[in-house]
């Protein structure tokens, strides 16, 4: 299998001798048309490697290759084949849907005539064409996040990255996108780079998982592999496992504490 | 055919300004140019027209320079700022990552940025010039003349925009990334414009403008003016008004000033677009985040005159979360300049009356930038008093006697000061002018917290904030002193003190009371 997405030690240090380490030495494939589930606990650093990933930061050590061309050297060809939805994207509310899509192709140097259509089944897909014209002020969180995913795939890029795509929506709107990522993948021969800490979403959608904390890689696998790794019976006891959590024991120790004291 | 990147953000940046009338959108262009044209050419001509014989008069004064300069200063500086302060008020770099995962250079972004709100300018910039050139016509320059003057407004006004846009970028990517640093930015868009104001103060009451006029004390001033690049076109406007028709006059002054103008403007586009792969970053500046330290002297005080108990550490959380936000030092800080300049340029010293005059409509400003903020964290922040026993009591209580704690001392700690300034002021005339001046920012506190629960502003852009701050700044010291002293002082012949002892005094806390109460039963409505 091809293998599009290559990071060889990608490190992404901060602070005073590079001391807080959001991601540590990286070494991942993925491989095309599958879709990898990149999944953390809140801070592990899943957002730096999409971010380095897209040319977005620069890594302090290591690289990477994103169908085929260099992090460090081919930037602006790694940002055309790539199409990100950021975890806390902003969007332009003054703009209506189609204005702000327009912008985009515009962008990532869609021709004026294939936008228009692109646009229309865009919208036309995500339910958004009879409301193509108010602003974006006006839409719901999930409609908001409908038009960012038609902005990622504007271009229709060989590669997708969605950060945190379903965290803001209700189980309606979540499923609906679950469902597009369903279809993107299987119809579409995407490649899919999915960040998450919601464990059913990366189980349902992904065919391999990373578990990544405090910036290091810790496992690798399909979930069965994963869990059959760690000697549990489910993803989440897994990630617990792996990732360390508050023991059972000391949920109440607050309260036994007050009742020591009285 | 792909279109320039910068053109593509320069068209999204004039969409978003133009959001609010899309429906006027395709024809809005073609208004404006009608409306400037019909300005520049019939309205602006016959308007100066009116005054050319004092603008004769003018030009030749040894003052026509420097004044000059001083005004364009002025509009260059606004240049400037405007970007820079809108920015800070609201800093956001959401909007940064679809730049920087697109393929699209920084500097491409910044160009487009800068064009997309240049038009806006464009137009404030065309009214200048044309009311410029309307002033100069009837000396009769030449084409050449005109044109060069025309095209030194757009130089320096646009160098000044593109060092705003820049200045404003950077500062958005340094700012935008931590809670601390949009606090920073809010807190620096106030201060900013402190300059602006000490400089039209002075000239209003400092007698900048006469000491311009005095060949002896304008010397330094007219140094410092000449040196900066707004200042260079106004030599040359001077030269062409005094010489009209023969550019060669001033064809040294003229080469070197415009020619100075154009390098500016070119260094500062070279550098400018130098600077934008600075401007647009979402590496992370710090992760040092803050921290709170064991409680100080201060905030036990505050605990104890909170009564000890669970009140006092109500008390001292609303002292924590006010003071730690820079944006609210700012405002006090802001107020305190303001009173600063206001005595420095405005208020003379033997003047008793102009201290209480001043406190009167400066003094309930601060109030509101204190008080003011009790609904601007939105309405959740409400709900945690709701939803606590006897919260909205609490929360009413403790928001007065943190306004009081705050306005009180620095009003009185004001008024001595400016008091003092004067050293034939007694003590007894300090005291009498102290105790008025407390008395009167209590009520307007008191005023001040029921108006904003009554009339709730739940963020800074909200409307009610502004109409309260008109009525704190207009209608109460317009209502509780001035008018009761014209009234009073025409039908019984009472003085200041007599009208603030027995109407601004007492009306100030009858109403106040009445608004307190009409708004914490508003509170308890509030859903």
Redesign the interface.
């Known amino acids: 299998m091809k293998v599009v997405i290559r990071t060889d030690k990608l490190s992404k240090y901060y602070g005073k001798h590079g001391a807080i380490k959001a991601v540590d030495e990286l070494d991942l494939e993925v491989y095309e048309g599958e879709t990898f589930g990149l999944l953390g606990p809140n801070g592990a650093g899943k957002t730096t490697a999409v971010r380095l990933l897209n040319c977005i930061i620069k890594p302090t050590r290591g690289t990477a290759t994103v169908n085929g061309h260099d992090i460090l050297k081919e930037e602006v060809k790694v940002k055309r084949v790539t199409g990100l939805l950021a975890e806390s994207p902003g969007l332009y509310e003054k703009l209506s849907a189609y204005e702000f899509l327009e912008f985009m192709g515009a962008l990532y140097d869609v021709p004026s005539n294939v936008l228009r259509e692109r646009i229309d089944d865009l919208l036309k897909l995500f339910g958004l064409h009879d409301r193509r014209d108010d602003l974006l002020e006006g839409y719901s969180r999930g409609m908001k996040q409908k038009v960012l995913i038609a902005a990622a795939l504007i271009h229709d890029p060989p590669i997708l990255f969605l950060d945190e795509p379903t965290s803001t929506l209700d189980p309606r709107a979540a499923l609906m996108v679950k469902d597009l990522i369903k279809k993107l993948a299987n119809g579409a021969g995407k490649t899919i780079f999915i960040c998450s800490h919601i464990l059913p979403i990366v189980e349902e959608l992904c065919d391999r998982i990373g578990i990544i904390n405090q910036g290091r890689l810790i496992a690798l696998g399909t979930v069965d592999e994963i869990i059959a790794q760690t000697r549990t019976k489910t993803l989440e006891e897994a990630f617990i496992a792996i990732t360390g959590g508050v023991e059972e024991k000391e949920l109440l120790a607050w309260r036994e504490h007050r009742r020591d004291e009285a | 055919m792909?279109?320039h990147?910068w053109l593509?953000v320069a068209?999204?940046e004039y969409?978003?300004r133009t959001?609010?009338i899309r429906k006027i959108r395709p024809y809005f262009p073609y208004l404006v140019i009608v409306l400037l044209a019909i300005y520049v050419s019939f309205i602006a001509p016959r308007l100066f027209s009116l005054f050319i014989d004092d603008i004769l008069a003018f030009i030749i004064t040894y003052a026509a320079i420097p004044i000059v300069q001083i005004i364009l200063f002025m509009v260059f500086f606004y240049f400037i700022i405007i970007p820079i302060t809108n920015t800070l008020k609201e800093v956001?770099?959401?909007?940064?990552?679809?730049?920087?995962?697109?393929?699209?250079k920084p500097s491409d972004v910044l160009l487009g940025e800068f064009l997309g709100v240049m038009p806006f300018y464009a137009i404030v910039v065309t009214v200048i010039a044309g009311s410029f050139t309307a002033l100069m016509t009837p000396m009769q320059l030449d084409l050449a003349q005109i044109a060069i003057t025309i095209t030194i407004f757009v130089l320096t006004f646009f160098s000044a925009l593109w060092i705003g846009t820049v200045t404003a970028s950077i500062l958005r990517t340094r700012l935008g990334k931590t809670a601390r640093g949009k606090d920073v930015g809010r807190a620096l868009a106030l201060i900013i414009a402190l300059p602006m104001i000490a400089l039209m103060y002075a000239i209003m009451g400092g007698g900048l403008l006469q000491a311009l006029t005095d060949p002896q004390t304008s010397g330094m001033v007219r140094t410092v003016l000449s040196v900066l690049p707004s200042s260079w076109g106004a030599e040359v406007f001077i030269g062409f008004a005094s010489n009209p028709g023969n550019i060669g006059a001033t064809g040294f002054e003229t080469l070197t000033r415009f020619g100075g103008l154009v390098a500016f403007f070119l260094a500062a586009l070279w550098l400018g677009a130098k600077a934008a792969n600075r401007a647009y970053?979402?590496?992370?500046t710090t992760?040092a985040a803050s921290r709170a330290r064991p409680d100080g002297v201060f905030y036990k005080t505050v605990r104890r005159l909170g009564g000890g108990g669970p009140f006092g550490t109500l008390l001292v959380s609303m002292f924590k979360d006010y003071g730690r936000r820079l944006e609210n030092l700012s405002k006090i800080f802001y107020m305190l300049g303001l009173l600063a300049l206001l005595n420095i340029f405005l208020i003379q010293p033997d003047d008793p009356e102009g201290i209480l005059v001043m406190t009167a409509f400066v003094l309930p400003l601060l109030s509101a930038f204190v008080v003011g903020e009790v609904t601007l964290r939105g309405k959740e922040a409400l709900f945690i008093y709701k939803k606590a026993p006897s919260g909205i009591g609490r929360l009413v209580k403790a928001r007065l006697l943190k306004g009081w704690l705050i306005v009180v001392p620095i009003s009185a700690v004001v008024t001595i000061a400016t008091s003092l300034i004067n050293p034939k002021n007694t003590l007894a005339f300090l005291l009498i002018n102290t105790g008025l001046v407390v008395l009167m920012v209590a009520a307007t506190v008191i005023f001040v917290l029921g108006l904003f629960l009554l009339n709730p502003a739940f963020s800074d852009k909200s409307g009610n904030l502004f109409v309260n701050i008109m009525i704190v700044m207009q209608a109460l010291p317009f209502g509780t002193f001035l008018i009761p002293l014209i009234i009073l002082r025409e039908v019984f012949d009472l003085g200041l003190y007599a009208t603030l002892s027995y109407v601004t005094v007492p009306l100030s806390w009858l109403m106040g009371i009445l608004l307190l109460y009409l708004g914490k039963r508003k509170l308890s409505r509030i859903e």
């Open positions: 792909t279109r990147k593509v068209r999204n969409r978003i959001s609010n956001q770099t959401e909007q940064l990552e679809i730049f920087l995962a697109a393929p699209i970053s979402l590496e992370a992760f």
